[in-house]
């Protein structure tokens, strides 16, 4: 099954920004820091958010992470729209249309936390974010 679902951006403020989403929407959020996966060597960055996931209990999903400080980040184009799933086949077709003329900012590869992702910006400007988990056996 593949999902759809928006993903914000932020500047330093992730974790209370998802905090606030968790205390409207209710459900379980769950946050990872840049320093657990290793994927900044910017000691400034180390205890931002890399990725946050707060799951409702009515199916809802949203995702945010802080930008890295090598990033633009600018308020009202803080959103990307994420893809994910098991079905490799199924997302790789999608990332090979979304990123056909667009532009690739992170190849579709394996990903410290054991999945295969990335990113790309489509031809009409809209960042695309996906991600492949490995099939459960």
């Known amino acids: 099954m593949t999902t759809l679902n928006p993903y914000l951006g932020f500047r330093d403020n992730a974790r209370e920004a998802m905090t606030f989403y968790q ?3 209710g459900g379980e959020l769950n946050m ?14 180390q205890d931002k958010i890399m990725h946050a996931m ?8 949203l995702m945010g992470a802080d930008t ?7 308020p009202g184009n803080n959103f990307s729209v994420s893809l994910s799933g098991t079905d490799e086949a199924e997302l790789r077709g999608y990332w090979d249309k979304l990123s056909d003329g667009g532009t690739v900012t992170m190849p579709l590869e394996k990903a410290p936390w054991g999945d295969t992702f990335g990113m790309c910006k489509d031809k009409f400007g ?8 490995p099939a459960a056996s």
Do not use: C
């Not at 707060?54 to 999903?61: N, P, Q, S």
């Open 68 to 74: 890295p400080n090598s990033m633009d980040y600018t």
């Open 126 to 133: 809209v960042d695309w974010l996906v991600n492949i988990a």
């Open 54 to 61: 707060l799951t409702g209990e009515k199916g809802l999903v």
């Open 23 to 25: 205390s409207v929407f």
């Open 32 to 45: 990872s820091t840049f320093a657990e996966f290793q994927a900044s060597e910017d000691p400034a960055e």
